[in-house]
């Protein structure tokens, strides 16, 4: 099982930002959005953790293998492996800004329309890259994201993956 390193941070509420990368272009039913042909690439997926457990318990759930498949991205996760995340502990929902942001950098495209966007008007919070987006660059906008609603720690945690 993938466990998850640096999350003592981040136990309580926030915005997280998953980057998962796909091997091979395959088609994947994703609950009532149907089915999605999905490029092989690199996927950045930003959601909220702002109920009990917060982003640790948000972000071990879609590590866990064993989990019900609820949201979008749970479905992704089944095909894919999780390789980096960053969070912020902030009671402001974050995830349409950081998935904005991140659509923003060079080579990305916003991957489906309304793609973890259900309880919001956003175009969605995932985006697609074909090339690995450089990890330094991507905290870098996540950081420029930040505001007011997030006091007391102000920065983004590299929260890292493994076995």
């Known amino acids: 099982m993938r466990t998850i ?24 039913a994703i609950g009532r959005l149907g089915r999605v042909a999905f490029a092989r690439g690199w996927y950045a997926y ?14 071990a759930r879609h590590l866990s293998p064993t989990k019900r498949l609820h949201w979008h991205i749970d479905y992704l996760l089944e095909e894919s492996e999780l390789e980096q995340s960053w969070a912020i502990e902030c009671t402001s929902r974050l995830e349409c800004s950081w998935a904005d942001a991140v659509c923003q950098m060079p080579g990305a495209r916003r991957a489906v329309p309304g793609f973890g966007a259900s309880d919001c008007r956003c175009p969605g919070h995932l ?37």
Do not use: W
Not at 5 to 27: H, I, M, N, P, V
Not at 46 to 59: I, K
């Open 46 to 59: 930003a959601g909220s953790a702002l109920g009990p457990g917060g982003v640790r318990a948000r972000v």
């Open 127 to 163: 985006v697609y890259f074909a090339e690995r987006p450089p990890d330094r660059q991507i905290r870098a906008v996540l950081q420029a994201t930040i505001d007011e609603g997030c006091v007391g720690q102000r920065s983004v945690h590299t929260l890292s993956t493994g076995d």
């Open 5 to 28: 390193k640096g999350l003592a941070l981040c136990s309580e509420r926030g915005t997280y930002l998953l980057l998962a990368r796909l091997d091979q272009t395959t088609e994947i």
